[in-house]
Nanobody, 120 residues
Framework: QVQLVESGGGLVQPGGSLRLSCAASGRIYRLNAMGWYRQAPGKQRELVAALANDGNTNYADSVKGRFTISRDNGKSTVYLQMNSLKPEDTAIYYC??????????????WGQGTQVTVSS
């Protein structure tokens, strides 16, 4: 079982920055990707940024140029640097980890979420 613990959320003014962290622990067989999703009230959960094991990244169009995803491989920790924040970035942000077992079975784990509020 894999546990994900997020931190770094909070209240920030428009134009400000936040850095989210997600630390993974437990038995990881073959890490395939880590990423960040968000869910605003009344909306579906959406991908914000993902980082594959080969280094490829994928960003939502709405955050390109403002958000950066990175990973500390030694600590199985993924970060999301968020700059130039906008009120529409307000949401609960969830960390995700995709793992592949020796059998080939794929599992996806989720953190508990951290609230990001952008408001003046």
């Amino acid at each position: 079982q894999v546990q994900l613990v997020e931190s770094g959320g909070g209240l920030v003014q428009p134009g400000g920055s936040l850095r989210l962290s997600c630390a993974a622990s437990g038995r990881i067989y073959r890490l395939n990707a880590m990423g960040w999703y968000r869910q605003a009230p009344g909306k579906q959960r959406e991908l914000v940024a993902a980082l594959a094991n080969d280094g490829n990244t994928n960003y939502a169009d709405s955050v390109k140029g403002r958000f950066t995803i990175s990973r500390d491989n030694g600590k199985s920790t993924v970060y999301l640097q968020m700059n130039s924040l906008k009120p529409e970035d307000t949401a609960i942000y969830y960390c995700s980890l995709k793992d592949i077992r020796p059998t080939g079975a794929r599992y996806e784990y989720w953190g508990q979420g951290t609230q990001v509020t952008v408001s003046s």
